[in-house]
C-alpha cells in the first residue's frame, strides 16, 4: 500500500513532479535532471547509468530506456537507487 511504501522510504528525499510530464514517454536524463531536480549535472548522470549505477523501481536501467506512466507504483511514485545505499523518491501528482 501507499502507506507502507512511505514507511518504508521514510526519510528519503523526494521530489515532486507534475504527472503530465509522463503524458509522453520520457527520457530518464531530462526527468531526474530538469523535470525533477533529482540531479544537477546531466554529464554526472550519464556517468552513472554508464556504469549501471541507477535504478528505476528496484530495476537496473538504461539511459536508452524511456520512462512512462507504466513505471509508476501506485500510480504516483518512481523509487530511484542511486549506488547501494542512495534512494530517492518522485513524487507525481
Not at 39 to 58: C, G, H, Y
Not at 75 to 85: A, M, P, R, T, V
Amino acid at each position: 500500500t501507499e502507506e507502507e511504501f512511505l514507511m518504508v522510504f521514510e526519510g528519503v528525499d523526494q521530489y515532486n513532479v507534475p504527472k503530465s510530464a509522463l503524458d509522453q514517454p520520457v527520457d530518464p536524463i531530462n526527468l531526474l535532471t530538469d523535470l525533477s531536480g533529482a540531479f544537477d549535472s546531466k554529464s554526472e548522470l550519464r556517468r552513472l547509468f554508464k556504469s549501471n549505477a541507477i535504478s528505476l523501481n528496484k530495476k537496473k536501467w538504461s539511459v536508452d530506456q524511456l520512462v512512462t506512466k507504466d513505471n509508476l507504483l501506485n500510480n504516483k511514485y518512481i523509487l530511484i537507487q542511486k549506488g547501494k545505499k542512495h534512494y530517492i523518491i518522485l513524487c507525481f501528482e
